[in-house]
């Protein structure tokens, strides 16, 4: 995207060519999209896209729930572990320079775990 006195230019940068060739997102839509109405495809070649299709997106969806409790799972793990240090930390079991040590190292993770969890959750 592009911005020039306030407006938004979308293109799309080719990857493979040189490092100059844009193309305007809207007038490669309107491409696409022309050239799309002029084909026709035959039912089977359709038929197969659509269950090709279906299974990847079935796949895909299985392991993002695999994922999704995976994390769940880690952040548990983690949030357990915070507590049984503050635990420790309270019963005056561990000093507090222990604490924050492992307080300090256990924390950011879950943190990740957690924003992990709530990422999957969003777009699943």
């Known amino acids: ?11 799309y940068k080719c990857s493979i060519a040189s490092a100059h060739n844009n193309i305007n997102a809207e007038k490669a839509h309107k491409q696409l999209s022309g050239a799309l ?3 026709s495809l035959p039912e089977k070649l359709i038929s197969s896209i659509k269950e090709k299709s279906e299974i ?7 392991e993002h729930k695999t994922l ?12 357990q572990k915070l507590l049984s240090i503050e635990e420790k930390w309270i019963s005056n079991r561990i000093q507090h320079d ?10 950011p993770t879950n943190y990740m775990f957690d924003f992990s969890v709530i990422i999957l959750k969003f777009c699943g």
């Open 1 to 11: 995207m592009l911005q020039v006195k306030g407006k938004y230019y979308y293109y």
């Open 37 to 39: 109405e002029l084909m």
């Open 56 to 62: 990847e997106m079935e796949i895909t969806l299985k």
């Open 68 to 79: 999704l409790k995976q994390r769940q799972i880690e952040y548990e793990q983690t949030g």
């Open 98 to 107: 222990t604490y924050e040590r492992w307080h300090n190292g256990i924390r």
